[in-house]
């Protein structure tokens, strides 16, 4: 299995909801990442995590929370989003050292209205 | 962080080759490079990477400079399927594998 599922697939919330998007991966890497991209530009990273602890935060906001509850899930809890935060967020997995491959999810289509 | 640069866009017509440039002068001497395509509407899938010496795999080949500055994605023949946005990005050296994404080069392919 060299898939890295992501659920939901698309997200409306207002700006007041809390909401959680879903990771998962059973190749048994232990590095997980969200990225977020807006429309026609490059993938941004957001998190890294390693072995299951927090190893990059690229300077986030607070309202968008990472969680590792195990090697194979990876979450990202949402909370008081504005509508900049409208985006594709991936995710990706991978062994955690140099030169080995990402394998990224389809994304999550958010939209925050 | 070292960056990578691409030319915005390339055409090439169907089943003929394909080079790719991309530009990092500033990469250090531990840093690999990847390359990476993004199909419309997916994820970012990956292609090939290497450190010193020229790869080869059954999606492409890459070509490194001498000098580690410069590298090429060769897609040997290309298809209506490799239309997508390629990016060549700098994997930096320790055990995160932080990738650091370039603008990328949106290929079409011309039947």
């Known amino acids: 299995d060299t898939e890295v599922t992501q659920t939901p697939k698309h997200l409306v919330m207002g700006m007041t909801n809390k909401k959680s998007l879903k990771c998962e991966q059973h190749?048994?890497?232990?590095?997980m990442y969200w990225y977020k991209q807006k429309a026609k530009k490059p993938p941004e990273l957001m998190f890294v995590?390693?072995?299951?602890?927090?190893?990059i935060n690229e300077s986030v906001p607070s309202r968008f929370s990472p969680e590792c509850p195990n090697s194979s899930l990876l979450n990202l809890h949402l909370h008081a989003l504005q509508p900049e935060d409208s985006a594709l967020y991936l995710c990706?997995?991978?062994?955690?050292?140099?030169?080995?491959?990402?394998?990224f999810g389809p994304g999550t289509r958010l939209t925050v209205l | 962080d070292a960056k990578t640069t691409q030319p915005n866009s390339m055409e090439s017509n169907e089943e003929e080759p394909v080079h790719l440039p991309c530009n990092h002068s500033?990469?250090?001497?531990?840093?690999?490079i990847h390359w990476y395509r993004q199909l419309p509407s997916q994820g970012p899938e990956y292609v090939i990477h290497?450190?010193?010496s020229n790869v080869n795999n059954r999606m492409a080949s890459l070509a490194i400079a001498e000098d580690r500055k410069s590298s090429t994605l060769i897609l040997h023949r290309a298809t209506l399927r490799d239309a997508a946005v390629y990016y060549c990005?700098?994997?930096?050296?320790?055990?995160?594998?932080?990738?650091?994404f370039g603008q990328g080069t949106t290929l079409q392919v011309k039947p």
């Open positions: 990706a997995s991978s062994q955690p050292f140099e030169g080995n491959e990402q394998f």
């Open positions: 190749m048994g890497h232990r590095a």
């Open positions: 995590y390693s072995y299951e602890k927090l190893s």
């Open positions: 500033t990469i250090s001497g531990t840093d690999y």
């Open positions: 290497g450190l010193t």
């Open positions: 990005i700098l994997r930096v050296s320790s055990n995160t594998g932080k990738l650091i």
